[in-house]
């Protein structure tokens, strides 16, 4: 196996075969540095996920083919999960357990062992064995509910908040804090990382304000949520839109002095003139594109963005005098984030494929 680069090197994570936010998070180590080899299922077994956005959630890692019902090849995977210093898995409770391969046949043979275990609803409570998505996971947490304008059905945030926000984000933290902790201790554990848990915490701002009684629960009328008119989007000329983020006083004066409006025109805060604001802005938008728009703004503070589609992101100057995204093996993808200064991090071709259980056992002899 090609050895990684990034402040995660030399950290060894054993990867389940999953779908959702499992690739993910597992994505994330590897970018950061760790060696990590995913435990795939054997091609034509039914389930392999390596068309799900595997050109690029599957990079930076190997991956070794194992049937887990057969006792010899569960065996192995329980011999390469002994030389790991963390598993992630993501099938539903009791399933691993079933294969032979829960937590405590693990931390009974490697007791320093971070294992993750990552679900929609966790290992515990009256929906922990039934099936669901990341739609089914933000809408118990009351993040849903918020999304949309107040006259449509709440509007799904694509599979960002649950399975990636709640999930993939909360489970590398949680995999991080667990290896602190076994470093320091030689004490392994399980970490149960539930989507509606992280989503639940994502939306904690939230639930300040509304503590504070600043926040309703009748969709669109909060500051976030679209319904000021000088937080949303606004369509221009040639039917793409630009992003409003003008919150801020300054911010907003610096907004109508692009439009071209009066500075004395609107007082921002004042809710009986949101609507002619609102009518006010769409009309001045309506006038010019996209691109038009985002030269008025550009160099200001004014919070003026263009709504970028993803083929278009790559190409815009800020991405591109970055680097946000790179091109490997033909595929346009994010680069990973964040940057270090002393140990950067890449996306390595090398480090992605197939490789035999022997060879990946060998190259973590302890």
Same mark, same amino acid.
């Given at each position: 196996?090609?050895?990684?680069?990034?402040?995660? +090197?030399?950290?060894?994570?054993?990867?389940?075969?999953?779908?959702?936010?499992?690739?993910? &998070?597992?994505?994330?180590? &590897?970018?950061?540095?760790?060696?990590?080899?995913?435990?795939?299922?054997?091609?034509?077994?039914?389930?392999?996920?390596?068309? *799900?956005?595997?050109?690029?959630?599957?990079?930076?890692?190997?991956?070794?083919?194992?049937?887990?019902?057969?006792?010899?090849?569960?065996?192995?995977?329980?011999?390469?999960?002994?030389?790991?210093?963390?598993?992630?898995?993501?099938?539903?409770?009791?399933?691993?357990? =079933? $294969?032979? $391969?829960?937590?405590?046949?693990?931390?009974?043979?490697?007791?320093?062992?971070?294992?993750?275990?990552? *679900?929609?609803?966790?290992?515990?409570?009256?929906?922990? #064995? =039934?099936?669901? %998505?990341?739609?089914?996971?933000?809408?118990?947490?009351?993040?849903?509910?918020?999304?949309?304008? #107040?006259?449509?059905?709440?509007?799904?945030?694509?599979?960002?908040?649950?399975?990636?926000?709640?999930? #993939?984000?909360?489970?590398?933290?949680?995999?991080?804090?667990?290896? *602190?902790?076994?470093?320091?201790?030689?004490?392994?554990?399980?970490?149960?990382?539930?989507?509606?848990?992280?989503?639940?915490?994502?939306?904690?701002? /939230?639930?300040?304000?509304? +503590?504070?009684?600043?926040?309703?629960?009748?969709?669109?009328?909060?500051?976030?949520?679209?319904?000021?008119? @000088?937080?949303?989007?606004?369509?221009?000329?040639?039917? =793409?839109?630009?992003?409003?983020?003008?919150?801020?006083?300054? /911010?907003?004066?610096?907004?109508?002095?692009?439009?071209?409006?009066?500075?004395?025109?609107?007082?921002?805060?004042?809710?009986?003139?949101?609507? &002619?604001?609102?009518?006010?802005? &769409?009309?001045? @938008? #309506?006038?010019?594109?996209?691109?038009?728009?985002?030269?008025? /703004?550009?160099?200001?503070?004014?919070?003026?963005?263009?709504?970028? +589609?993803?083929?278009?992101?790559?190409?815009?100057? %800020?991405?591109?005098?970055?680097?946000? @995204?790179?091109?490997?093996?033909?595929?346009?993808?994010?680069?990973?984030?964040?940057?270090?200064?002393?140990?950067?991090?890449?996306?390595?071709? +090398?480090?992605?494929?197939?490789?035999?259980?022997?060879?990946?056992?060998?190259?973590?002899?302890?």
């Amino acid at each position: 196996m090609s050895k990684a680069k990034g402040p995660l +090197a030399g950290v060894r994570v054993v990867e389940m075969d999953a779908i959702g936010p499992v690739p993910l &998070a597992a994505m994330v180590l &590897a970018d950061l540095g760790a060696e990590v080899v995913r435990v795939a299922r054997p091609p034509g077994s039914g389930q392999a996920w390596d068309d *799900t956005g595997g050109a690029v959630l599957n990079r930076n890692r190997a991956h070794v083919y194992l049937d887990l019902k057969a006792a010899e090849q569960r065996d192995q995977a329980l011999a390469l999960i002994a030389r790991a210093d963390a598993v992630i898995e993501g099938f539903r409770p009791g399933v691993m357990e =079933r $294969l032979g $391969l829960g937590p405590e046949v693990c931390l009974e043979r490697h007791p320093r062992l971070v294992y993750a275990r990552m *679900t929609g609803w966790g290992q515990s409570g009256p929906r922990a #064995a =039934r099936a669901g %998505h990341d739609l089914n996971y933000v809408a118990l947490t009351g993040a849903l509910n918020a999304m949309g304008a #107040a006259d449509q059905p709440p509007m799904p945030p694509l599979n960002l908040v649950g399975d990636y926000g709640g999930g #993939a984000m909360f489970a590398v933290v949680g995999v991080l804090a667990a290896l *602190t902790q076994a470093r320091a201790s030689g004490v392994g554990q399980v970490v149960d990382v539930a989507m509606t848990d992280g989503a639940a915490v994502l939306s904690s701002l /939230f639930y300040g304000l509304a +503590a504070s009684g600043l926040w309703s629960d009748r969709r669109g009328g909060n500051l976030l949520d679209g319904s000021k008119p @000088f937080y949303r989007c606004y369509e221009c000329a040639d039917g =793409r839109y630009v992003a409003v983020g003008a919150l801020e006083p300054a /911010f907003f004066a610096q907004l109508l002095a692009g439009l071209g409006l009066e500075a004395d025109r609107f007082p921002q805060l004042d809710p009986s003139g949101w609507a &002619a604001m609102t009518d006010a802005f &769409a009309e001045v @938008f #309506a006038t010019r594109s996209r691109d038009d728009w985002a030269a008025v /703004f550009a160099g200001t503070d004014a919070c003026v963005t263009p709504v970028l +589609a993803f083929g278009e992101a790559p190409s815009d100057p %800020h991405n591109a005098a970055r680097q946000t @995204f790179v091109s490997v093996d033909g595929v346009v993808q994010p680069a990973p984030a964040p940057r270090f200064s002393a140990t950067p991090c890449a996306v390595d071709p +090398a480090r992605r494929g197939p490789i035999e259980i022997a060879a990946a056992l060998a190259a973590w002899e302890a």
